[in-house]
């Protein structure tokens, strides 16, 4: 299911193994708005629509691909049965949504020829949080992987605090950690649901309610690698207006990048 991915991602139980790290109480606002654009650029933008329901509609993605200033384009469709998402469809391929307990359970993907690639299995826990997503792959990838393993930790305000990234090659083998990712420096504003990602689009599951000020890659060896840091500017209701994104913690220098937010 990683085709479809837009952006940018508790194990055998979840967050209560975690400890907790304190962060602002978030001041929700009375205004709910749904996020119309994030643009960085004349050519670089996510845009977003939705049904009546505020269920979304369609995600389309531009960005700059080559040197040549080359633009390479991306949407999303998303099917829904009574609120519940079933389908989501791409130019080279679809997913389709099974649910447990009115829970989604299993996500299964498919290529443009029908061909069943993936199958993704969730665990959720009793405050609707995602937890864990293990995904098998039919036909191993390219390097070899046949499943991986992904498990999600908050915080109690209810933000994301830590993703592990796992893999195996074999059903029967151990899963091996890759890396992880920490969360830190969250504000007390208001995070856009659509934006954050699992490497899935589920909809009614919030991974942040607010927004991280940094995240720190670090690898299985426990090194501290790529540091993601951001700094943001808000309307006078809560929402983020403008976010620039600093890259920190590599071998060259990155120029930092600024998103622009604007709402319907």
């Known amino acids: 299911m990683k085709y479809v991915l837009w952006l940018l991602i508790a194990g055998i139980t979840v967050a209560s193994c975690s400890k907790p790290i304190d962060a602002p109480i978030s001041n929700l606002p009375v205004i709910v708005k749904k996020i119309k654009e994030i643009r960085n650029s ?9 049904h009546n329901d505020g269920s979304l509609q369609q995600y389309a993605s531009q ?3 080559r040197t040549d200033g080359a633009v390479s384009q991306y949407s999303l469709t998303f099917q829904y049965d009574q609120k519940r998402l079933v389908k989501m469809q791409a130019v080279n391929g679809y997913s389709l949504y099974y649910y447990k307990d009115g829970k989604p ?6 290529n443009q020829n029908n061909g069943l690639f993936a199958t993704s299995f969730l665990t959720i826990n009793t405050k609707n949080q ?20 992904t498990l999600f930790f908050y915080n ?3 933000n994301l605090v830590r993703r592990e990234h796992y893999a195996r090659q074999n059903l029967n083998d151990p899963f091996e950690l890759h890396y992880k990712q920490l969360y830190e420096d969250y504000d007390n504003k208001v995070a856009v649901p659509e934006e954050v990602s699992t490497d899935y689009f589920l909809p009614g599951f919030v991974l942040m309610k607010n927004n991280p000020g940094k995240i720190i890659n670090v690898d299985n ?12 500017t808000y309307d006078s209701d809560g929402y983020v207006l403008t976010k620039k994104h600093f890259v920190e913690n590599m071998p060259n220098p990155i120029i930092p990048i600024t ?6």
Do not use: C
């Open 42 to 50: 004349p050519n670089d933008f996510r845009a977003y629509t939705f």
């Open 63 to 65: 960005f700059t691909s």
């Open 105 to 110: 359970h299993t996500i299964q993907s498919y």
């Open 130 to 149: 995602i937890t864990e997503i293990v995904e098998q792959f039919k036909i191993p990838m390219s390097n070899d992987l046949g499943e991986t393993k």
């Open 156 to 158: 109690l305000q209810g």
């Open 221 to 232: 060896m426990g090194i501290a690698g790529r540091i993601d840091r951001f700094e943001y």
């Open 259 to 264: 998103f622009s937010y604007t709402y319907w």
